[in-house]
Structures are given as structure tokens and as C-alpha cells.
């Protein structure tokens, strides 16, 4: 008997892939189901899997858990990464839908036309360098603290971390200008749990290429 | 003595409605601060109150939350709409983030240009009645309480009467095929709270219209 924690998804990242890292960083085993056709994701519809007839799935302590933020929020809150009280999770959760408001961006980036791309790249960029990573910057600047709140690693600092490695993998000398952020990637890179999900092998995904958008394309018909 | 809320937005629903109503659900008196021109915009935005430079907004607790759904767990948490257990704040949260989807859609519809607007709000409605109603009306069916998780009052109640008030503006009709949701409309509506705040005269905004429009991109594009 298995307990782990199962996730029913397309095999790359998507919407699922900041929940791989919450798992992972939380040092959570978990299973993966790759769906490969269209047919695969009705079926899970008809059987009642899913409550909104989409993906992420997430099978968890009994639950079929779709929605990603309610999945998300619920293996914070499991493990122990969601602050300490109100307050705590009331500034997680302001840094990580401001960060998720940025991996938007990321994530529709393979979906646009090839001539709208390196538009879409000075966007991600131009956000990232005035909008978000200033605010980080300055909160670890200020309290001079590992870690973005209460002095003690949250579901903030995955999800920060997680947003730099992307738009880095865009936009490589986007830290150019962020010592302060500089230092935590670092740090947050050798966390043991961080540090096994970063080396070749890991659940973690690679980078979305043609075969991803075709693949998204078939088998969610995207409306 | 603590200080009410005070939310800052424009004078319209948009990002903010769902907080006037969670507010307005918890009891919660609250003060606003509308924002009608460029220049009360531009000096909020260079005070460095709005954390990533947008609204809404909302003072609480000595705190300048930003972002919609930190501001909702924040509000839902401390006036207990957020169950009791962490497996009940998943359901919760399942169905707010369900409903926010089509409430999304429902509201983007004003801004569709105008030969894509009718097939918009199909689409829409079509979501609605097919994919989101009827998971509502089986929960109820299947447990039979008055409210949507563990026989209590949560915010989840709050966002599905909200968002069927906001699919019934577009079709009036839209709870015919769903009896169980047209007495949750009934009975949620009539709780105290959420009785004054569908009166005439309360913190309630009315729908945007596209006349509108010009001006909040003046002000906040």
C-alpha cells in the first residue's frame, strides 16, 4: 500500500509543476499518471475524478484534490509550510500569487505565435527586474533573514525559487541586479530536499519544447 | 478599538466585489477609498503601499494586504468562513477556485470585442449550466445540509450565492434545471448579514456597463 501522494497530469511542467516542487521540497515521495490522449482525460471525467472535469488531479489522504491553489494550499498547510498564524499566511500568500501572477507568464509563453515570442520574453523580463524581484529583494534585505517569512522556509520561498529558475531559463542574467536574491537561490539550492529535486533524474520536468504544446493542444483542447 | 477595513479600488465590482461580500457576510463594517482619477492612482502607486503596484488594496489588521485571494483567506481565516480543518479547507477552496474560473468568465464577457461578445456568453452560460452548477446542486443532494461544507456558514457559500446573482444578471433562468440552488439562493440570501447586504443602499456595486470602460483605462491602464 502505496499512501503516496498521486498526480494524474500531462508528462511536463504546465500547472502541475509547482506542486512537484512543493512535494519535493517538503520531502514528499510521490507517483505520477502521464496522460498521453484526449480519450485518457474524458474517461477520468465520466468517472467522476475530476469535479471540474479538469487537471491538475492530485489523490491525496483519501481526497481527489483538483484546483491547483487548493491543492497547493493543502500541502502547505500539511507540511508545515504556510506560516505560523494568520498573519504569517496572509504575507506567504501575498508573495506567492504575486510570483504566480509572473509564472503566467511563463506558462502561456510556449502557446504564443513564434513572432510574438521575443516580444514575450521582454515581458517576462520587464516584470520580473520592476515588478516582482524588487519586492523580494527587499524583503531580504530588510529582515536579513534565509528566509522570505518568519524566518523559517514556506511554500513563499519554493514558489520564489521555482519563479527565478524559469524566467532564468529565459532570461539568464535576470539576477544581474539582485544580490540579495542572488544569494538565496543559492541557498535555497542547497537545501537537501531543493538540492535532489534540481539533479538529473528527479520528478522535476524539463523546459516546455514543441512536443509539450502539441501534446497540451490534443488532449485538452484548450476552451 | 480596531480601525475598520478600508479598501482601496475603484468605485465598480471588479477584483473587489468578492471582498465587499465576504466582509459584508462576516458582519464586518468596512470604509472605501475609491479611485476616480489618474493622479489619486499615480500617488498611491508612487506612496508604495500596493506591493506589486496594483489594486485592490485593503488596510486590515495593521497590514496593506494585496492580491485578491491573499485578501480572502486573510478575511475568511480570522472570521472563521474557512472550515475547521485543513481537509475542510480544501473542499473550500476547491469550490471557491472552481467558481472564480466561470466568475472570471462571466465578468470578462463586458470586454469582448463586439462581434465575439454574444458567442462569449454562450460559451459562458454553457460552462454554467454543464460544468460548474451541477457539481453544486450533487453536494447538496449528497449531504443534504443547508451549506456547501460541513453544515456551516464558509466563504464557499458566499462565492456561489455571488456568482449565481452574477450568472442569473446574464440569464435569469439559469437555475431552472438546479432546484437545490434555487433554495440555497433562498435560504443564504435571506441570513442577516447577506440579507442587508443585497438591500438598496449597501457597499453592493452595480454591474459594470461598457460605457464605463473608457474611463478605467484612463485611470488604471
Given at each position: 500500500?502505496s499512501?503516496?501522494p498521486?498526480?494524474t497530469?500531462?508528462?511536463?511542467?504546465?500547472?502541475?509543476?509547482s506542486?512537484?516542487?512543493?512535494?519535493?521540497?517538503?520531502?514528499?515521495?510521490?507517483e505520477?499518471?502521464?496522460?498521453?490522449?484526449?480519450?485518457?482525460?474524458?474517461k477520468l471525467?465520466?468517472?467522476?475524478?475530476?469535479?471540474?472535469?479538469?487537471?491538475?488531479?492530485?489523490?491525496i489522504?483519501?481526497?481527489?484534490?483538483?484546483?491547483?491553489r487548493a491543492?497547493?494550499?493543502?500541502?502547505?498547510?500539511?507540511?508545515?509550510?504556510y506560516?505560523?498564524d494568520?498573519?504569517?499566511?496572509?504575507?506567504?500568500?501575498?508573495?506567492?500569487?504575486?510570483?504566480?501572477?509572473?509564472?503566467?507568464l511563463?506558462?502561456?509563453?510556449p502557446?504564443?505565435p513564434?513572432?510574438?515570442k521575443?516580444k514575450?520574453?521582454a515581458?517576462?523580463?520587464?516584470?520580473?527586474?520592476?515588478?516582482?524581484?524588487?519586492?523580494?529583494?527587499?524583503?531580504l534585505?530588510q529582515?536579513?533573514?534565509?528566509?522570505?517569512?518568519?524566518?523559517?522556509?514556506?511554500?513563499a520561498?519554493?514558489?520564489l525559487?521555482?519563479?527565478?529558475l524559469?524566467?532564468e531559463?529565459?532570461?539568464p542574467?535576470?539576477?544581474?541586479?539582485?544580490?540579495?536574491?542572488?544569494a538565496?537561490k543559492?541557498?535555497?539550492?542547497?537545501?537537501?530536499?531543493?538540492k535532489?529535486?534540481?539533479?538529473?533524474g528527479s520528478?522535476?520536468k524539463?523546459p516546455?519544447?514543441e512536443?509539450?504544446v502539441?501534446?497540451?493542444?490534443?488532449?485538452f483542447?484548450?476552451? | 478599538?480596531a480601525?475598520?477595513p478600508?479598501?482601496?479600488?475603484?468605485?465598480?465590482?471588479g477584483?473587489?466585489?468578492?471582498?465587499r461580500?465576504?466582509?459584508?457576510?462576516?458582519g464586518?463594517e468596512?470604509e472605501?477609498?475609491?479611485?476616480?482619477t489618474?493622479?489619486?492612482?499615480?500617488k498611491l502607486?508612487?506612496s508604495g503601499?500596493?506591493?506589486?503596484?496594483?489594486?485592490p488594496m485593503v488596510?486590515?489588521?495593521?497590514m496593506?494586504?494585496?492580491?485578491?485571494?491573499a485578501?480572502?483567506?486573510?478575511?475568511?481565516g480570522k472570521?472563521?468562513l474557512?472550515?475547521?480543518?485543513l481537509?475542510e479547507?480544501?473542499?473550500?477552496?476547491m469550490?471557491v477556485?472552481?467558481?472564480?474560473?466561470?466568475?472570471e468568465?462571466?465578468?470578462m464577457?463586458v470586454?469582448?470585442?463586439?462581434d465575439?461578445?454574444?458567442e462569449?456568453l454562450?460559451?459562458?452560460?454553457?460552462?454554467?449550466?454543464n460544468?460548474?452548477?451541477?457539481?453544486?446542486e450533487?453536494?447538496?443532494?449528497?449531504h443534504?445540509?443547508?451549506?456547501?461544507?460541513g453544515?456551516?456558514?464558509?466563504?464557499?457559500?458566499?462565492?456561489?450565492?455571488?456568482?449565481?446573482l452574477?450568472?442569473?444578471e446574464c440569464?435569469?433562468?439559469?437555475?431552472a434545471k438546479?432546484?437545490?440552488?434555487q433554495s440555497?439562493?433562498?435560504?443564504?440570501?435571506?441570513t442577516?448579514?447577506?440579507?442587508?447586504?443585497?438591500?438598496?443602499?449597501?457597499?453592493?456595486?452595480?454591474?459594470?456597463?461598457e460605457k464605463?470602460i473608457p474611463?478605467?483605462?484612463?485611470?488604471?491602464?
Amino acid at each position: 500500500m502505496s499512501g503516496k501522494p498521486r498526480l494524474t497530469y500531462i508528462n511536463g511542467r504546465g500547472r502541475m509543476e509547482s506542486i512537484r516542487w512543493l512535494l519535493a521540497a517538503a520531502g514528499v515521495e510521490f507517483e505520477e499518471i502521464f496522460l498521453q490522449t484526449r480519450e485518457q482525460l474524458l474517461k477520468l471525467g465520466q468517472d467522476g475524478s475530476l469535479l471540474f472535469h479538469q487537471l491538475p488531479l492530485v489523490e491525496i489522504d483519501g481526497m481527489k484534490l483538483v484546483q491547483c491553489r487548493a491543492i497547493l494550499s493543502y500541502i502547505a498547510g500539511k507540511y508545515n509550510l504556510y506560516g505560523k498564524d494568520l498573519k504569517e499566511r496572509a504575507l506567504i500568500d501575498m508573495y506567492v500569487e504575486g510570483i504566480s501572477d509572473l509564472m503566467q507568464l511563463i506558462l502561456m509563453f510556449p502557446f504564443s505565435p513564434p513572432e510574438a515570442k521575443e516580444k514575450k520574453i521582454a515581458t517576462i523580463a520587464e516584470k520580473a527586474t520592476e515588478r516582482y524581484f524588487p519586492v523580494f529583494e527587499k524583503v531580504l534585505k530588510q529582515h536579513g533573514q534565509d528566509f522570505l517569512v518568519g524566518n523559517r522556509f514556506s511554500w513563499a520561498d519554493v514558489q520564489l525559487m521555482e519563479a527565478i529558475l524559469a524566467v532564468e531559463e529565459k532570461v539568464p542574467s535576470v539576477l544581474s541586479g539582485f544580490p540579495q536574491l542572488q544569494a538565496f537561490k543559492t541557498k535555497m539550492s542547497n537545501m537537501p530536499t531543493i538540492k535532489k529535486f534540481l539533479q538529473p533524474g528527479s520528478p522535476r520536468k524539463p523546459p516546455p519544447d514543441e512536443n509539450y504544446v502539441a501534446t497540451v493542444m490534443k488532449i485538452f483542447k484548450l476552451d | 478599538m480596531a480601525a475598520k477595513p478600508v479598501l482601496y479600488y475603484f468605485d465598480g465590482r471588479g477584483k473587489m466585489e468578492s471582498v465587499r461580500w465576504l466582509l459584508a457576510a462576516a458582519g464586518v463594517e468596512f470604509e472605501e477609498v475609491f479611485l476616480e482619477t489618474r493622479e489619486q492612482y499615480e500617488k498611491l502607486l508612487q506612496s508604495g503601499v500596493l506591493m506589486f503596484q496594483q489594486v485592490p488594496m485593503v488596510e486590515i489588521d495593521g497590514m496593506k494586504l494585496v492580491q485578491t485571494r491573499a485578501i480572502l483567506n486573510y478575511i475568511a481565516g480570522k472570521y472563521n468562513l474557512y472550515g475547521k480543518d485543513l481537509k475542510e479547507r480544501a473542499l473550500i477552496d476547491m469550490y471557491v477556485e472552481g467558481l472564480a474560473d466561470l466568475y472570471e468568465l462571466i465578468m470578462m464577457n463586458v470586454v469582448q470585442p463586439a462581434d465575439k461578445k454574444e458567442e462569449h456568453l454562450a460559451n459562458a452560460l454553457d460552462k454554467a449550466a454543464n460544468r460548474y452548477f451541477p457539481v453544486f446542486e450533487k453536494v447538496l443532494k449528497d449531504h443534504g445540509h443547508d451549506f456547501l461544507v460541513g453544515n456551516k456558514l464558509s466563504r464557499a457559500d458566499v462565492t456561489l450565492l455571488e456568482t449565481i446573482l452574477v450568472v442569473e444578471e446574464c440569464k435569469p433562468d439559469a437555475l431552472a434545471k438546479f432546484p437545490l440552488l434555487q433554495s440555497f439562493k433562498a435560504r443564504i440570501s435571506s441570513t442577516p448579514n447577506i440579507k442587508k447586504f443585497l438591500q438598496p443602499g449597501s457597499q453592493r456595486k452595480p454591474r459594470l456597463q461598457e460605457k464605463d470602460i473608457p474611463n478605467l483605462m484612463a485611470i488604471f491602464h
